[in-house]
């Protein structure tokens, strides 16, 4: 008998001698108990004695299955205890080791030398998406793979473990690199060689493939929105590029970029912002076709091509419908907001033969470059001109910072007319740049350059004091006091100081406060909170304020009403397209309504026409401004004009320089 085999039965004997002395010990504890019960039963009454009786009888029916339960273990345990079993295991891994192998995390296979699976674990199960159909090896490795495992077992008899690298597949057929360890089951020498099992445990071959992965992701995708970044843009467009030079099919390659994202991040916090962006994202995707590539560049900033794209008037299709997109207003924290979007746009042709993918993209750059100078929401093609603007903005923004001081900025004075009484009213101060080399640069050249580098708090600043002082002037001469409109730019408009820079301006120049009227967009009240008390300081100061280009906004009408605004000034593409276009005329009619609704006075720039006259006048807008009474004009040209009107009939000066 085998030393195992003497040391189980020692162990069966000193159990059974503990169980015998425990029934002895619980058999004279009951026969005590009952005594003790009985004797109290017969000394007790009524309720009490009910009491007793319930109680004994609970005990001799816990003491009745004590015994069942350890009959039943005494029985049971030594029939089959895996302890005392001398017989062999059977072939099949499943009664012995499933209890074993089931809680394990390492995916494990369970197979025979013939490459007969006959078990696997869970993880296994996890990781491959095999179960039980999984009834060979070959069904989950290739016929190389297989091979080079069943020959390793004649190493694992001998060695008793062996490792090696082997590419298995998951059940959709994907392949899997596998670090393998095989090694014969424990206990189970004695069985013939065909009958012999061996444990498969798979483990990553490549431990760090997540992070690498993850690293890949990083490098190629843009982490916040998931769409692909600079990197395999250009990638991409590179291979489009080279394909396009073979088989002759055009690529339009439209750089994007939102409009004013930086008063929404101001106002609503970076983090909505960048919900706005995913949201932005989400949308231009969808807006893509399968021969579309976009990815988001750097901020604000996203980018495509379209291969197969076509010609330029489909082209011109497609960018419509990107910017239809942005017509329904985004939602951040329960507000609708509205965004609109610049595009620049590269078309290669089918004859072209472009292989630098960042030539194409610089280009398209530079047509959204132009678009952001000339108002923005809009597209543009790149033309060949547009090579020089680079520079040429350069060139500009050195010019520009020259000029102030040289005195090379004039003021252009526009006379704003009242509808009812055929009178100049009102006159709104324009700044022209008298260039020494190239004459005079409308503001339309330098504006958006000097907002961009912040010359434009400067620039502002003097065209505000030389407003003031030259209305002052012509006041001092005994011309009719009138007040004069500047705008104001959104950077002067953040500014902290601003009141006080107003304050400073008025007490320089002399004039009184109601004769200055200062312009501001509806993007400028976004920020409700700052806008209100700006606005609230400059109207208790006694200047009037105006909100320029409206309509063309998004301000919230629930706060407007709440600003001290005295007028509403209508923008020019309503009134240009009013005989064209009755959605316009709508909207202009509309506004007219609102502005009088709210105590406010309407003015509409941009008159032209006769009929667009006429209609304002039956819509009783207030006041007018345009080219149909006057042109801007310089000091002197004004000048002329308001005296000679002060001679002549309203009526009749409506007409004279139409």
């Given at each position: ?13 000193k ?8 029934l ?10 009952i ?11 009524g ?13 001799l029916?816990?003491?009745?299955a ?6 039943h273990?005494?029985r ?27 809680h ?39 016929e190389?793979?297989?091979?080079k495992?069943?020959q390793?077992m004649?190493?694992?008899?001998s ?33 013939p060689?065909e009958?012999?099992?061996?444990s ?12 690498e992965?993850r ?5 190629y ?13 250009m ?8 394909m ?25 916090g ?7 962006l ?11 076709t ?7 560049m ?7 091509f ?10 011109k299709e ?6 239809s997109?942005?017509?329904e ?14 595009i ?9 033969r ?24 809009g597209?543009l093609?790149?033309?060949?001109e ?20 040289r ?6 004075y ?6 009812s009484?055929?009178?100049i009213?009102?006159?709104?101060a ?7 080399e ?5 503001p ?5 350059l ?9 620039l ?17 001469k ?19 100081n ?9 007490q ?5 406060p109601q ?16 806008a209100?008390?700006?606005?609230r300081k400059?109207?208790d ?14 301000s919230?009408?629930h ?43 309407v ?19 207030d006041?007018?401004q345009?080219?149909y009474?006057?042109?801007p004009?310089p ?19 409506m007409f004279?320089?139409?």
């Amino acid at each position: 008998m085998s030393d195992r085999k003497v040391q189980n039965e020692r162990q069966l004997q000193k159990r059974d001698r503990s169980i015998r002395y425990a029934l002895y010990v619980m058999a004279v504890s009951l026969i005590t108990a009952i005594v003790c019960t009985g004797w109290a039963v017969l000394q007790l009454e009524g309720l009490a004695r009910l009491w007793v009786l319930i109680l004994l009888t609970a005990m001799l029916g816990y003491a009745a299955a004590a015994k069942i339960r350890s009959s039943h273990y005494q029985r049971f345990g030594v029939a089959h205890n895996p302890i005392s079993t001398i017989e062999p295991p059977a072939v099949s891994v499943q009664p012995t080791w499933k209890s074993y192998y089931d809680h394990l995390p390492v995916p494990m296979l369970f197979v025979r030398q013939d490459g007969k699976v006959v078990g696997m674990n869970p993880a296994f199960q996890e990781v491959t998406g095999f179960d039980g159909s999984l009834i060979t090896i070959g069904q989950w490795m290739e016929e190389q793979a297989c091979s080079k495992l069943i020959q390793a077992m004649d190493q694992v008899t001998s060695e008793g473990e062996i490792e090696l690298e082997l590419v298995g597949c998951s059940k959709d057929g994907f392949p899997q690199d596998w670090l393998i360890r095989m090694t014969q089951l424990p206990g189970l020498t004695h069985c013939p060689e065909e009958e012999a099992i061996f444990s498969v445990s798979l483990r990553d071959a490549s431990p760090n493939r997540y992070m690498e992965e993850r690293i890949r992701y990083m490098a190629y995708y843009d982490d916040m929105t998931g769409l692909p970044n600079r990197r395999m843009f250009m990638q991409r467009l590179e291979e489009a590029l080279e394909m396009a030079a073979h088989a002759s099919f055009s690529i339009a390659v439209l750089y994007m970029d939102l409009d004013r994202f930086k008063r929404i991040n101001d106002t609503f916090g970076t983090d909505f912002g960048d919900m706005l962006l995913m949201q932005i994202a989400d949308r231009l995707l969808r807006s893509m076709t399968e021969n579309d590539v976009i990815a988001r560049m750097e901020g604000d900033e996203f980018i495509c091509f379209m291969t197969n794209a076509g010609s330029e008037e489909e082209v011109k299709e497609r960018v419509r419908q990107l910017l239809s997109v942005f017509e329904e207003p985004f939602e951040l924290n329960d507000i609708p907001v509205h965004v609109t979007m610049s595009i620049g746009v590269k078309l290669i042709h089918e004859d072209m033969r472009i292989h630098d993918a960042g030539l194409a993209v610089q280009q398209a750059d530079y047509a959204l470059s132009r678009v952001k100078e000339l108002g923005k929401n809009g597209y543009l093609f790149f033309v060949p001109e547009m090579n020089d603007r680079p520079l040429e903005r350069i060139t500009l923004e050195h010019d520009m910072r020259k000029a102030l001081t040289r005195g090379e900025f004039e003021l252009y004075y526009q006379p704003q007319v009242d509808m009812s009484t055929c009178r100049i009213v009102g006159m709104e101060a324009l700044v022209r740049w008298n260039h020494p080399e190239r004459g005079l640069i409308p503001p339309g050249e330098f504006i958006s350059l000097a907002e961009e580098n912040g010359f434009i708090v400067a620039l502002g600043t003097w065209i505000m004091e030389e407003a003031c002082r030259q209305n002052k002037q012509w006041q001092d001469k005994g011309l009719e006091r009138i007040p004069v409109s500047v705008n104001l730019s959104v950077r002067q408009f953040e500014m902290n100081n601003l009141t006080e820079t107003v304050q400073e301006v008025l007490q320089r120049t002399g004039l009184e406060p109601q004769y200055l009227d200062l312009e501001i967009t509806e993007s400028m009240t976004m920020e409700v909170s700052r806008a209100s008390q700006t606005l609230r300081k400059l109207k208790d100061m006694g200047v009037a304020i105006s909100i320029d280009d409206f309509g063309t906004g998004y301000s919230s009408l629930h706060y407007l009403k709440n600003f001290p605004i005295h007028r509403l000034k209508i923008d020019r593409s309503f009134v240009r397209d009013l005989q064209q276009d009755p959605n316009d005329a709508a909207i202009v009619s509309a506004i007219i309504a609102l502005g009088h609704n709210m105590n406010m006075q309407v003015i509409a720039e941009g008159v032209e026409t006769k009929e667009q006259l006429v209609f304002l006048q039956n819509n009783q807008c207030d006041n007018i401004q345009g080219y149909y009474f006057s042109p801007p004009l310089p000091r002197s040209g004004f000048e002329s004009l308001f005296r000679r009107y002060s001679l002549q009939s309203g009526s009749d000066a409506m007409f004279v320089h139409k």
